[in-house]
């Protein structure tokens, strides 16, 4: 076999492993928010001891030097060695922080987890009856970047399925 066949069948197999992986994982996502019921999600009642926006940096993909900063409110109950955290697309944690003073009294629905990261695990925020941080939005949000990602992997498996049609293995493709 010549390098070019090599190469391409190499191609075809990345891209449609690739297409495969975000398929799936972006359908399990999707139907893990779907389906989330919030009665059945861990909840913890408390007093705030402080709350503040916490900047973290993320690698990006396999890319050196590559990070990005994200924000997200950290949550500090009293009486509990843990921080929670709630992430919001739009980077405004103003109103919700004022709404989150120290002192108050609060219900956090969330993601229980051994991971000390506590970026994005609060689903929900409620206090006396109102609902601060709504898991809805959170569902919404999470939702449509799962739809996303199952429609790029889909319109890569597509375009493998459209590669292995209508190209020649032993002809170079990049020509």
């Known amino acids: 076999m010549n390098r070019t066949i090599i190469k ?16 799936v994982l972006g359908s399990r996502r999707l139907m893990e928010n779907l389906t989330r019921n919030l009665n059945k999600t861990a909840q913890i009642k408390g007093t705030i001891e402080l709350t503040q926006v916490v900047t973290e940096s993320k690698k990006i ?7 990005i900063d994200q924000d997200y409110l950290g949550i500090k109950l009293k009486s509990i060695n843990q921080l929670f955290g709630t992430f919001n697309p ?3 944690y103003e109103i919700i922080q004022r709404q989150l003073y120290p002192g ?3 219900t956090l629905y969330y993601y229980n ?8 695990n609060v689903f929900q925020i409620e206090s006396g009856g109102e609902i601060i941080v709504n898991h809805m939005d959170y569902k919404k949000n999470h939702s449509i970047a799962a739809i996303i990602i199952v429609c790029f992997g889909l ?21």
């Open 61 to 67: 993909g396999a890319v050196p030097f590559t990070y």
């Open 113 to 120: 987890t051994t991971d000390h990261n506590p970026t994005n």
């Open 8 to 23: 391409n069948i190499f191609a075809l197999i990345f891209l449609g492993g690739l297409g495969l992986v975000m398929t």
């Open 104 to 106: 108050r009294q609060v």
């Open 155 to 175: 319109l890569c498996i597509g375009m493998d399925i459209w590669l292995i049609k209508t190209k020649d293995l032993k002809k170079d493709w990049a020509k």
């Open 90 to 92: 739009k980077q405004s």
